[in-house]
């Protein structure tokens, strides 16, 4: 494991994310403000940019049920590194300017790194199934 591994905040982001799938918690909240911070200007994110707004849709189409081949450990790791990035109170506090968003990124690249081939079978699944649309069904009113 790298540097980020023995992190506290890192370590403690995992069994967070460990125990929120073993409860099966609903994690849309999460998964909402993850794509927030990802969007949120001035984050530098750079070339992560795409891989990590991928790993928001992967997680989603995974808790949707969605998709299927994702192994647990990614799945873990990937809430993980989500929690991380939507927790303002890290290894280096967001509010510090410019290296309070640095800590995030890192932590960001290496979860990306670890699942890579993951997140890259992921792509090819979604970019085959067309951009699969979310939709939430609304009853019907009865004639």
Do not use: C, S
């Not at 918690?25 to 940019?49: E, H, I, S, W």
């Not at 192994?71 to 809430?79: H, K, M």
């Not at 979860?111 to 890579?116: A, F, H, K, P, T």
């Amino acid at each position: 494991m790298g540097t980020q591994a023995r992190d506290p905040f890192v370590r403690r982001a995992v069994r967070r994310a460990a125990a929120l799938l073993a409860r099966r918690v609903p994690l849309g909240r999460l998964l909402t403000a993850a794509a927030a911070a990802l969007r949120r200007p001035g984050r530098p994110l750079g070339v992560l940019a795409g891989d990590a707004a991928a790993l928001v849709r992967m997680v989603r189409a995974t808790v949707a049920g969605r998709y299927h081949r994702l192994p647990r450990r990614t799945l873990v790791a990937a809430v993980a590194g989500l929690l991380y990035l939507v927790n303002p109170f890290d290894l280096i506090p967001d509010f510090v300017p410019v290296i309070g968003l640095a800590d995030d990124v890192a932590v960001l690249a290496w979860v990306i790194r670890r699942v890579r081939k993951d997140l890259d079978e992921y792509l090819a699944w979604e970019a085959a199934e067309g951009g699969v649309i979310d939709v939430v069904p609304t009853p019907v009113p009865a004639p």
